[in-house]
C-alpha cells in the first residue's frame, strides 16, 4: 500500500520558519515528480511547489517564491518544503503529493498527482 505522510506542520509567528517532510512508502518514488500544495478554509487546494525526479528543476508558486524550497532524498524517499519568512496568508493544510507517471516535465495542477498524503497543518500567526 503506497502511502504518503506529512509531518512538521505547527503554529508559528509572522516571519518564523518550518520545515515540512514527507515520507514515501510502498514504492519508490526516485524516478517521479513530487510536489506539495495547500488548501485553506473555504477555498480550493493551490500548488505550491514541484521538483523533478533527479531535484534538479524545481518549479514555485509565485505566492512562495524566495520563501520556500523545494528538496527531495531519494535515498529516503523524502520530499521536504523548507518555508521561511512565514506570512498569516500561508496558513492551511499542506499536502505532499507524487506523480506516478515518468513525465519529464513538472504540472500544476492536482489532477496530474496520483498520491496524497492526509496533510499537515501549518497556521501563521500574525
Known amino acids: 500500500q503506497v502511502q504518503l505522510v506529512e509531518s512538521g506542520g505547527g503554529l508559528v509567528q509572522a516571519g518564523g520558519s518550518l520545515r515540512l517532510s514527507c515520507a514515501a512508502s510502498?514504492?519508490?518514488?526516485?524516478?517521479?515528480?513530487m510536489g506539495w500544495f495547500r488548501q485553506a478554509p473555504g477555498k480550493e487546494r493551490e500548488f505550491v511547489a514541484a521538483?523533478?525526479?533527479?531535484?534538479?528543476?524545481?518549479y514555485y508558486a509565485d505566492s512562495v517564491k524566495g520563501r520556500f524550497t523545494i528538496s527531495r532524498d531519494n535515498a529516503k524517499n523524502t520530499v521536504y518544503l523548507q518555508m521561511n519568512s512565514l506570512k498569516p496568508e500561508d496558513t492551511a493544510a499542506y499536502y505532499c503529493?507524487?506523480?506516478?507517471?515518468?513525465?519529464?516535465?513538472?504540472?500544476?495542477?492536482?489532477?496530474?498527482?496520483?498520491?496524497w498524503g492526509q496533510g499537515t497543518q501549518v497556521t501563521v500567526s500574525s
Open positions: 510502498g514504492r519508490t518514488f526516485s524516478s517521479n515528480v
Open positions: 521538483i523533478s525526479w533527479s531535484g534538479g528543476t524545481t
Open positions: 503529493a507524487a506523480d506516478s507517471t515518468r513525465r519529464r516535465i513538472i504540472l500544476v495542477v492536482t489532477t496530474a498527482y496520483d498520491y
